[in-house]
């Protein structure tokens, strides 16, 4: 059974740090493009970053860029967001998914992990 | 980056067939996917590719597209399939990714 478990999320003040993790089991990680994806409380899915099987490639939505940092370690199984200088706006449930790309015109994310919270609040 | 488009609200009465669309230029290029979403659940994939569902989807689902627009039409909606329904994309204008603002759909 695949599974994705995010972690890491919580209260930070604007500036702040925090760090995501996302525990990949029951498929082969390392074959996988990884993604994160972002929902701010009452509003639709907005893709933040993902990062190719090998790490050597790596993408983020201009709002985050310089900011967060995307990584993984295939021989943890493990998927991370680093979030530095948060944000308001950066308040959301953060999941990671995996992307399917076995037809480049048809790609997808095939699974999704439940999601973790990040408010950033004084 | 390229934007999709989707009708904020869609309701349709219990057995009837509904059709939720999506607009955008990526769609030209590639495949929309759909997800449903339930509250406080995860975005679960129920379309991708041409017309392809995942192990699981009932087959009351189904996908379509033409042009710039792609559709996820449910046929005999059931109150289950209440809930809020994302398309998504590849993009090649910006982001590597591109998702819909949503269609919440009301099941009456």
């Known amino acids: 059974e695949v599974q994705l478990v995010e972690s890491g999320g919580g209260l930070v003040q604007p500036g702040g740090s925090l760090r995501l993790s996302c525990a990949a089991s029951?498929?082969?990680?390392?074959?996988?493009?990884m993604s994160w994806v972002r929902q701010a409380p009452g509003k639709g899915l907005e893709w933040v970053a993902n990062i190719k099987q090998d790490g050597s490639e790596k993408y983020y939505v201009d709002s985050v860029k310089g900011r967060f940092t995307i990584s993984r370690d295939n021989a943890k199984n493990s998927l991370y967001l680093q979030m530095n200088s948060l944000r308001a706006e950066d308040t959301a449930v953060y999941y990671c998914?995996?992307?399917?790309?076995?037809?480049?015109?048809?790609?997808?994310?095939?699974?999704w992990g439940q999601g973790t919270l990040v408010t950033v609040s004084s | 980056s390229s934007e999709l488009t989707q009708d904020p609200a869609v309701s349709v009465a219990l057995g009837q067939t509904v059709r939720i669309t999506c607009q955008g230029d990526s769609l030209r290029s590639y495949y929309a996917s759909w997800y449903q979403q339930k509250p406080g659940q995860a975005p679960v994939l129920v379309i991708y590719g041409k017309n392809n569902r995942p192990s699981g989807i009932p087959d009351r689902f189904s996908g379509s597209s033409s042009g710039n627009t792609a559709s996820l039409t449910i046929t005999g909606a059931q109150a289950e399939d209440e809930a809020d329904y994302y398309c998504?994309?590849?993009?090649?204008?910006?982001?590597?990714?591109?998702f819909g603002g949503g269609t919440k759909l009301t099941v009456l």
């Open positions: 998914a995996s992307e399917r790309r076995t037809i480049a015109v048809a790609a997808y994310f095939d699974y």
């Open positions: 998504n994309s590849r993009d090649s204008s910006g982001n590597p990714w591109v």
């Open positions: 029951g498929f082969t990680f390392s074959s996988y493009w």
